[in-house]
């Protein structure tokens, strides 16, 4: 460690002072909550002395932080309880940092706002926001925090070297999968500090939504450092006392929010990825407002698929579905034994066993998907990470709003009423029929062979004339029973005629 401690400087050493600590009772923690299945509180205490750490440093490591409260496959389940509560409140900065950058981006205050607010309203880890008239139009004036970028870039530089100075102590696959965090948050952040990017994402976001009587505030004006949206005033999505005073049906918000988030993951292009509270609001006539959309998900309808398989997987607690789910998904590397994390994912099933499907939570059935992906780490794809993340908060708020919420029955809403099970079934019908083509081929591709074969061995008697039409019923019955899993009900059909042929041919 000396001879380490030799390249860095003041800032790294003053920074290795705080992590270090953080670091190698995550490392020991890690290892104790592979071994040990009960809930450990001790270890849930230094999660957030880790996250009080990640505060004292400042936006990047809030930022960071963020990203792992949705990862499993990197912290135990106590840390990740502890990451979840990082909020991203941070006083604001001086106002004379903010008024420079909005000077120079929108003009001077006093000419361009008739009215402008200084105390700031919200602030966060990469900026802050104030509210002014603008235009004769009450607005909310978002500005980046000073010198974000470069606070940023100086912060990741200090995180990448001391991770190789802590990689002695952790084996090397978990340095990848961190290194691999890293790379990915490094090249995303930047996203979050250029508002040119959140005006994209709520013009597509609206877009896609508008017919579902959603809010979402107008845009006023953009640049890269300074946002200017319509000020939209609403009751906090988690007052529950003034919800209820304005009549506002609770159980039914939380229904058609988490509907909301859930149609936006399954049917549009891009989801809002940060549904914290202090990101939702609701009107006086009980309609959801958003705010902030610069973390955003984008799903392609592959992996939007491979997610509904997920689900039916941990709805009927299959261990198989499951298990291929997360393997398609690349949540689990594809050289792990398949019979350990079979058994493994057996184990979490069994850990709710008597649980009524419609009565699990969205925690419940992702402890089974984390506790595997924990066991056996991989670099989780980053949309799936932001859908894990986005499902947490968002349940979080729903279970607020109504304590008998069950994600389930959103979920089956939308997949039964809004035709997701449908087009679920018609992909799998349609992936089904093209494996069994491919197999039916492979076995047709042998019916050559073997016909030359016979030819030479003395022509064709009776029974060798059977022969081909008993390898190509033999091909399709092979292809059923391994895509009865995938299909039953057509693969048993064909099945029954595949095996009522192959006895004709026998007795002609």
């Known amino acids: 460690m000396n001879t380490d401690l030799k390249g860095l400087n003041r800032k790294e050493i003053r920074y290795l002072g705080k992590l270090l600590p953080v670091f190698l009772k995550f490392s020991s923690d890690r290892n104790k909550s592979k ?8 270890i849930e ?22 990203v792992l409260s949705a990862r499993p496959d990197l912290l135990p389940k106590e840390y990740l309880k502890a990451f979840s509560d990082l909020q991203d409140k941070v006083p604001p900065d001086n106002f004379a940092y903010a008024r420079a950058l909005i000077e120079e981006n929108v003009g001077a205050i006093n000419k361009v706002f008739g009215d402008f607010n200084e105390n700031a309203i919200s602030g966060a880890s990469l900026g802050q926001v104030y509210r002014a008239t603008y235009m004769g139009i009450d607005a909310a004036v978002k500005v980046n ?13 200090v995180i990448k070297k001391l991770l190789k100075t802590f990689k002695r102590f952790i084996d090397n696959y978990l340095y990848i999968s961190i290194s691999n965090v890293l790379s990915d948050f490094s090249a995303r952040i930047y996203d979050e500090t250029n508002y040119m990017i959140e005006a994209e994402n709520i013009k597509r976001i609206r877009n896609n939504i508008k017919k579902y009587d959603i809010i979402i505030p107008d845009i006023l004006f953009e640049s890269k450092q300074v946002l200017i949206l319509t000020y939209i005033e609403g009751i906090k999505v988690t007052d529950v006392k003034k919800l ?4 506002i049906d609770l159980p039914k918000l939380a229904h058609k929010l988490d509907l909301t988030f859930i149609r936006m993951l399954l049917r549009n292009d891009i989801f809002h990825a940060d549904p914290h509270p202090g990101n939702i609001a609701i009107s006086n006539e ?10 955003v998900g984008k799903l392609d309808d ?3 698929f491979k997610l509904l398989k997920l689900y039916d997987g941990l709805i009927n607690k ?4 499951i298990m291929d789910s997360l393997l398609q998904l690349n949540a689990l590397s594809p050289a792990a034994n398949r019979g350990i994390i079979r058994k493994g994912i057996e184990l979490s099933i069994a850990n709710l066993s008597g649980a009524n499907v419609n009565e699990m939570d969205i925690r419940e059935l992702l402890e089974i998907a984390n506790n595997v992906i924990f066991e056996f780490p991989f670099h989780l794809p980053r949309e799936l990470v932001l859908y894990m993340r986005m499902s947490s908060l968002l349940e979080g708020i729903c279970k607020t709003l109504d304590p008998n919420f069950k994600f389930v029955l959103v979920l089956r809403d939308i997949l039964y009423n809004e035709g997701m099970l449908q087009e679920l079934y ?13 197999s039916i081929e492979k076995g047709l591709d042998v019916l050559p062979l073997l016909k030359r074969s016979l030819e030479e061995r003395g022509g064709e008697t009776k029974e060798n004339k059977k022969l081909p039409e008993t390898v190509f019923l033999s091909a399709v019955l092979i292809a059923m029973i391994l895509f009865s899993r995938v299909h039953p009900v057509i693969s048993y059909i064909i099945i029954i005629i595949d095996i009522i042929l192959f006895a004709f041919i026998l007795k002609k």
Request: charged share 30%; proline share 3%.
């Open 302 to 304: 592959d992996t939007r």
């Open 426 to 438: 018609r992909k799998e019908i349609n992936e089904f029929v093209q494996k069994s083509i491919i």
């Open 145 to 157: 925090r000073h010198n974000i970028d470069s606070t940023i870039k100086s912060d990741l530089i």
């Open 318 to 321: 299959d261990p198989d579905t």
């Open 286 to 295: 009980g309609k959801i407002i958003l705010y902030d959309f610069g973390m």
């Open 45 to 66: 205490k230094h999660g957030r002395a880790a996250v009080n750490t990640f505060i004292e440093l400042g936006p990047t490591f809030i930022k960071l932080g963020q």
């Open 244 to 247: 209820k005073q304005k009549g």
């Open 35 to 42: 071994r040990q299945e009960e809930y450990n509180y001790k």
